[in-house]
């Protein structure tokens, strides 16, 4: 046995135990006559002291040959200690050590092992094993794996049933590229990493399985954008015989449980939106809601002078910065500047600086009288103090580029508290969206989402307004989680194949076996899956999914610390049947 | 809402309420003027009834076009069954219907949807989510569920930290063959899917996770044996600051609670036996111990007399089987037959009837007297009535040999009962095997594993009898669980590496990371995985992986109800940088 005690759990009612403690020097102090080794591990930070009146002078002159990270092991008594530390909970006493063994020698570590470290990213994930010794990565994995416990644990309690689907599947064209495994045993064919269980969990519907979820890997070939992995974990989710409304309350629950269980913090509030109002009222479909600065249409009062640029605009629309009319000219300015990066792509932007005196004074006063900027104010809901920022031009556009703005000033000013938490519904997405591309439409969230019933007419002759149910879990402004009611009967599924351009040859190729599976009794059902790295990040109050990942991968899809992936060996090609033709 | 109820969970005391119910249509049996169906879902069957006195013609018509497997809703009062059904939890009532929707037709299914089906393996595979509907199948799967999650709990109650690991790793040329996966961003590359976490759990205890497990999916592009499958599940654990001793301690613990809680056994009897006795007594590294015929050596005694066969055998060796005297001649034969076969091998076998009256009846009388053929009852425990069974040759063959014929006895003889769980730990593995192909020594468990600090000596001048402090975990003549002390010092992780014929420029290719971690401080860890598809279905009273693994795939590692492995587009080859040379 290596250890009597881990590092973090001896007290003041042990004086007087002997001990042994194991672990990493993380930092020493010696005085000559006397030597302090603060021992780490998982648990804690012990003290051990030497001393030149109670400790052998071979251990003291041993203590003091130990490095940074070396691993020891001490035997000892635990003694009063006599400046006692408050900060940490064994800091009323120390270790007087009677026995040093040095387990493990360390070269000095390329960044130093604290709180704030001085390595980079690209540094720390090199050596990945030894950032994970830090408190802060410790904590996010210890952290995840409480949240997947109580997700497991509220799932569990529900009758919900985890089922390992398979991992070697089939490629499938739609969506984003799968990752593909050539089969050693199957020659010239290939298996497809999923992108989700989505077929799967169906098929244990129609299997009768009621309900069901997996915490499980999942894989996409994407370029990946800042904050994208190429495997990354779902909470996966399906019932069966549910509605709409028993999905959405059911994980309305299940969250509520994790925000008690791991940061016991209350939420009540689950509001729901539509999509539509979504991105009227945020210009985004996952609007976070810790704040207001909801959108004002002033379109028509804007559109009522003579000002040009309003006037050709398809919509003009404003928010209310709180406090903002304090802004000097040189703050505003470099906020236009802000709209006007390529990244947003605003043409410019109108201000209105609501003065405390209830006068009004903007950008564009030649246009507008106090009485037109007054219906602004009230329109964008600005009260004395704030200013009012307007952007105009195409709808869509120009929603998505005040939304930018709307989180970009919220962020300075403060307002996305990471430890507050407030969870949304968005509903009733569309179920289709142009692909400009393509040339057609898609499926906005997969081919077996369900149109709303008083909708499907519309399929054949407005198809972009045909709504989905469908539904988003947003927390503070992030899609934690989506789903929908899914199609069961297998003629509406064909029509749905249909109209994403899939002739029923190419529908029966990929998805035959779905759809013979719902000729033979499929019941009603419906899912939702919530991405854990992003749903465990948000929890945890930060917003880089790297930060609760073990060992995540780099933007181009390296493991720079296994330095993977890697070239094979010509004989391996060879027996896989393959050519590389780089 | 679909329903008020689930199928299982209407009672007596129900009697009266209007409820709603949702499932299968499990059978139906019309007499005309009345119709039953028992409809069945998940958590149960309900009978529903109709007749013509209470129901009106049209609902009634309506219920006579039911077909098997259709899935209905229906509402209707809770009334007190005439006939009841003790065997079933709701037999003590029924539904008298008032409404009835079909919510999905069913065509006739290709098997019954019954406890024993009339499918065939492949037909049930095929159609894999009507099998699953089917009590058996279902039940394992909720059981493989339950095992899991009693498996995390007790992990997690121990400060055990589930981390997932990467999927997308580095190929390594060394044991079994690895899926690869190219890689579309870095041109020329691929991935590879893990045979196990065994390395970064390693870098997790570097890492200072100290206690880490994770239910883990691996991957393995072998030729596939009857009961292996091309991706597959462990619990894959490991500890820091530990010895052997810890490690068998607590999963000794883990096994005990699993038994407990999932069958409601006791198992306190943990057997500890070295990997030479357990090939001495049993023939094998996973010894069922659920019954005794242990290995009588009795090489001296048969070699005293003049049968030439013994007298040139390096080793003579027997089992006594019990009540085997009454076997006829024809019997014998057979078993002589039997180990015959090529899949056993043996050239014949000798056999002594113990009688009733303390005489013995051999094939060998010729050769032997009544007094030597006691030594042998002797060295085999044979006692009156039973059979001895004697093998000879070759040693570890013949122990091979004998151990088919004693685990086949045992079979007949209904010894292996899988109600009854006989747990062993084999310790004290050999270190390395030798490979007759490659013609060098392998790890007979990975290069990581450490050898007894003992046998170090011996790892130039006698290879093959280093021992390691590697340990198996048994259970009724299976290996659930295997693992063992990792070597944590780059010194003689470098010394390993040469006896396994790796070059250090080899070495440091595939598993540099490793060596550079040990040199910044490495705790000393240790570490086992359980094979968690064999540990369910042995739990579960079975030995067959595949009736626990939700989509299991065929023996040519193919998934035939979705079809997979396939063939990918050219387009999808070309983004790959591959060409397909079959």
Redesign the interface.
């Known amino acids: 046995?290596?250890?009597t005690h881990?590092c973090g759990s001896l007290r003041a009612s042990d004086i007087n135990a002997e001990v042994t403690l194991?672990?990493?020097v993380q930092k020493s102090r010696d005085k000559g006559f006397m030597v302090w080794v603060d021992l780490?591990?998982?648990?804690g930070i012990t003290q051990l002291i030497f001393d030149e009146e109670r400790t052998d002078k071979a251990l003291l002159e041993k203590a003091q040959q130990l490095g940074r990270?070396?691993?020891i092991q001490v035997k000892g008594t635990v003694i009063e200690r006599e400046s006692k530390n408050a900060n940490i909970p064994t800091g009323d006493i120390e270790i007087l050590v009677k026995s040093l063994e040095v387990?493990?020698?360390?070269?000095t570590?390329p960044f130093t092992i604290e709180d704030k470290t001085d390595g980079g990213e690209e540094l720390r994930m090199k050596?990945?094993?030894?950032?994970?010794?830090r408190n802060p990565v410790?904590e996010n994995?210890?952290f995840?794996?409480q949240v997947?416990?109580e997700v497991?644990n509220f799932l569990?309690g529900r009758d919900f049933?985890?089922?390992?689907?398979?991992?070697?599947?089939?490629?499938t064209?739609e969506g984003a590229?799968?990752?593909?495994?050539?089969?050693?045993?199957?020659?010239?064919?290939?298996?497809?990493?999923p992108q989700s269980p989505q077929?799967?969990k169906q098929?244990?519907m129609?299997?009768?399985?009621?309900?069901y979820f997996q915490i499980v890997?999942c894989?996409r070939?994407e370029?990946?954008r800042a904050d994208r992995q190429?495997?990354f974990?779902q909470i996966d989710c399906e019932m069966s015989?549910?509605?709409q409304?028993?999905v959405l309350n059911i994980f309305e629950e299940m969250t509520r449980h994790l925000l008690k269980k791991v940061k016991n913090v209350d939420v009540t509030d689950f509001p729901r939106m539509t999509y539509r109002e979504a991105m009227e009222k945020y210009g985004n479909d996952k609007p976070d809601i810790r704040f207001g600065m909801e959108f004002g249409d002033i379109s028509a009062f804007a559109k009522a002078r003579d000002f040009k640029i309003f006037n050709e605009a398809e919509l003009v629309v404003g928010i209310a910065v709180p406090g903002g009319a304090s802004y000097t000219r040189k703050e505003i300015d470099k906020l236009i500047d802000w709209v006007k990066r390529p990244q947003v792509g605003a043409m410019g932007m109108v201000y209105v600086k609501c003065n405390e005196d209830g006068s009004f004074k903007s950008s564009v006063d030649k246009f507008y009288s106090q009485e037109d900027l007054a219906q602004w104010a009230e329109a964008t809901g600005a009260t004395a103090g704030d200013l009012i920022c307007v952007l105009s031009g195409p709808a869509d556009k120009t929603r998505g580029q005040l939304s930018a703005l709307r989180m970009e000033l919220a962020e300075r000013l403060g307002l996305r508290d990471p430890e507050v938490f407030a969870p949304l519904w968005v509903i009733d997405f569309p179920l289709l969206e142009w692909d400009e591309d393509t040339e057609r439409y898609h499926a906005m969230h997969h081919p077996f989402t369900s149109p709303k019933p008083e909708d499907i007419d519309k399929l054949s002759t407005d198809p972009g307004n045909v709504r989905a149910n469908a539904y988003d879990l947003v927390m503070n402004g992030n899609e934690i989680g989506g789903g929908s009611v899914r199609i069961?009967?297998k003629q509406l599924q064909a029509l749905m194949f249909d109209h994403l351009g899939f002739t029923p040859e190419e529908a029966r190729a990929q998805f035959g076996?779905l759809m013979?599976?719902?000729?033979?009794?499929?019941?009603?059902h419906a899912g939702l899956a919530f991405g854990f790295d992003r749903l465990v990040s948000i929890l945890g109050g930060q917003e880089t999914i790297r930060d609760f990942?073990?060992?995540p991968?780099n933007n181009?899809?390296?493991?720079v610390?296994?330095?993977?992936?890697?070239?094979?060996?010509d004989e391996?090609l060879k027996?896989?049947?393959?050519?590389?033709?780089?």
């Open positions: 046995m290596y250890r881990d194991a672990g990493w780490r591990d998982r648990y990270e070396f691993v387990l493990s020698e360390s070269k570590p050596y990945r094993y030894l950032d994970i010794r410790r994995l210890i995840r794996s997947a416990m497991r569990a049933v985890e089922v390992e689907t398979p991992v070697l599947i089939k490629s064209p590229r799968d990752f593909v495994v050539p089969s050693r045993m199957n020659e010239g064919q290939f298996y497809a990493l077929t799967f098929l244990l129609v299997g009768g399985l009621d309900k890997k894989f070939d370029d990946l190429p495997e974990t015989f549910v509605e409304e028993d069961f009967d076996f013979d599976a719902f000729e033979y009794g499929a019941p009603p990942i073990a060992f991968k181009s899809g390296r493991d610390m296994i330095d993977a992936p890697a070239t094979i060996d391996q027996e896989l049947n393959l050519k590389v033709t780089v």
